[in-house]
């Protein structure tokens, strides 16, 4: 259960880039998540809705896009999508070590929503 | 109003990470071998420590360890007994060591000073899935298992053993009471992490150490 500490990262994360945007409201962040990240989605959920609650990201929906495990087979040197139970090429079935995705534990880009500028307005 | 998506790419531990590389770089510096020791609670680390602690400390070797528990400080004081430095951590409901924790640990005025260690292990509390996302620094990562615990448990935590750079097998003289199946186990650790150097010891008997010894003492002299 570290799914807290993980949805306190992102608040800090996203609190800090929007910062870069004054008046803006951050209405979604996307996450790309690993197969191998050892976070359960509905946890992170739950702790994103706790650890929002009171903030400026309040109500900021938090979409999370699950990346798959893939590995490299020197062997027929190709990449292949795998689960996590057995390292093995799909293709040819031998063991690998190469992980080439699956890791992955990041935030991807945020939706903010700003005020027209006045320059906007204006014209 | 207006929308956009404004791109981050940020890792969501980059803290942690590039505390992490701070400190994997000063060890490096001070020359001593760093292990994250990862394992359910029960598998018998602490008791696997001590036994190392002792012998290393035996062939002269300046050794000292970090241990994180939610609360007590049972385990620094059993391991303390083997003469090695040792300062416990608790994280208060914290499920996993973190780099914070360490930097904090080691922070001038500590216990000891990392740059007169040849080896230092920091015990990770006892957990099969939180601690394999955090970084501590270590050059080494050794997730245990023991014979008590069924030999599909690299099957079940795939993460943690995935992200292990060896393997320990604790309490083999329980092996034949528990009708453990050594070559199912084996080759679990090896589905899950193909190559991986598995130690299989019994910090009662001592059987394994001998292995275990060198292959830490093997790691120590590469990294000069």
Known sequence: ?123 | MTTRIVELRRGILKKNDELAAVLRQRFEAAGVLVLNLVSSPGTGKTAFLERTLRELRGRGARVAALVGDLETDNDARRLAASGAPVQQINTHGICHLDAEMIAKALADGGPFDVSGLDYLFIENVGNLVCPSSYDLGERIRVALLSVTEGEDKPLKYPTLFNSADAAVITKMDLAAACEFDRALALKNINEIRPGIRVFETSAKTGAGMAEWLEYLGEARRKQG
């Not at chain 1, 209405?27 to 197969?35: F, K």
């Not at chain 1, 609650?53 to 999508?81: F, Q, Y």
């Open chain 1, 1 to 123: 259960m570290h799914e807290l500490s993980i949805a306190a990262s992102i608040v800090e994360t996203v609190t800090e880039s929007a910062a870069a945007y004054p008046g803006a409201q951050v209405i979604e962040v996307r996450l790309r998540v690993g197969a191998l990240s050892a976070v359960v989605e509905e946890s992170l959920q739950f702790c994103w809705g706790v650890s929002t609650e009171g903030t400026p990201l309040a109500g900021a929906k938090l979409v999370i896009r699950t990346m798959p495990v893939v590995v490299h087979c020197a062997g027929c040197n190709a990449d292949s999508e795998i689960g996590v139970q057995s390292f093995r090429c799909s293709k040819c079935g031998e063991l690998t070590a190469d992980l080439r995705q699956g890791q992955e534990l990041e935030i991807e880009s945020i939706e903010i929503e700003e005020p027209e500028s006045a320059s906007t307005v204006t014209a």
